[in-house]
């Protein structure tokens, strides 16, 4: 049976949750792969509303073990809430396993992460302070807490101890802000450990073992491809790796072994937080998509910026990650428009762009190049067959198909898992 991955392929916020949902159905390991609870999916299915920053979107295939690997920055607190929720709404989370080496946001990263982004003032970044970045920067200085080191009082005290000083004297001498407690939080982190104990697996082997055996494994993204930390908008990037090479090294899976990647698209783009947006809208129709589409931060409430869809970034992520499938989202959501644009193309005074540069501060007056194509101005939300679609949908859908360069094998008309359509088969 074959790893198919599925990657977000804008800025985030694609409508990622929903296409895991209804595609686990099939799978036999659902596996997220990176980032932390920054990252929200929201999951509509006949259970109910669900709303996941942690846990993969699979869980709710009871047949489906679902597991967090070693790239993720994990929040306890988020984890246990979650889990905690899905048991009220009777989920078990029986199947759901964590990496031993999957690595701990600690309060200090929560802390840091709020104290940098004020002493950033309008260079701030536009963080979620989740303490994901700063837990990321103590995975690469060999600082950090993994999940396997909770399991051990004594070895949570020999990896917390030094690390612990060294935070607390940042947090009073160079921001002025009251320490932290070593005993308090060593006391929860204790706690937490044993606790976690029943969930904590070597993913690796997990893995490899279930495709062994022939299983079906899901490899669930987070963010988008274009907030990459070397590939996104630098410095206007999250701290890890959501396209295909973090699913490898965040899981321990061999790129030979993924035979699907499948991006999923927004069908027209927003974007959260500061960084480069060729094609926001600063005005009414901005505003009509965000109302639109509820277009606000699963994560953090905020307004997402909102704008037509983006060719060139979208063919840039499609050639990162070598699509060889996707997804189309919200398409309903443009339901109510006269007419469409897509922009194909950038343009810097008589300089044209076919692919963003990456020079941030050409990337910043880049003006958007547009075709206009004609809306279909019909509810769309109770089709079932992609040939029902109206012929002005259809077409829209294909040309994004077209210039990016793979196939819209899934078309979204509504937030309920059967409000799907096959376009062209998958898996």
Known sequence: MPVIAIIGAQWGDEGKGKIVDLLAEKANIVARFGGGSNAGHTVVNHLGTFKLHLIPSGVFNEQATCVLGNGLAVDLGVFFEELDMLKKSGINGGRLYISEKAHVIMPYHYILDGLEEEAKGSKAIGTTRRGIGPMYVDKAARLGIRVGDLLDKDVLRS?????????NDIITKVFGAKPLSFDEIYSQ???????????????????????DRGELVMLEGA???????????????????PMIGGACTGLGLSPMRVNQVLGVFKA??????????PTELLDEMGEKIREEGHEYGTTTGRPRRCGWFDAVVSRYSAELNGFNAAALTRLDILDKFDSLKICTSYKVGDVTYSRPPSNLTILEQCEPV????????????NIKRYEDLPVEARAYVEKLGELLGCPMNLVSVGAARDQTIEAKPIL
């Open 159 to 167: 990896r917390l101890e030094p690390v612990f000083k060294y935070k």
């Open 189 to 211: 982190y204790c706690d937490y450990g044993q606790r976690l104990r029943p969930y904590v697996r070597d993913i690796n082997t997990m893995i490899l073992e279930a495709l």
């Open 223 to 241: 963010q988008g491809a274009l907030l990459d930390i070397d590939h996104g908008t630098y410095p206007f990037v999250t701290s890890s790796s």
């Open 268 to 277: 027209y783009t927003t974007r959260v937080g500061a960084g480069p947006m």
């Open 370 to 381: 547009y075709i206009e194509m004609p809306g279909w101005n019909r509810d769309i939300t």
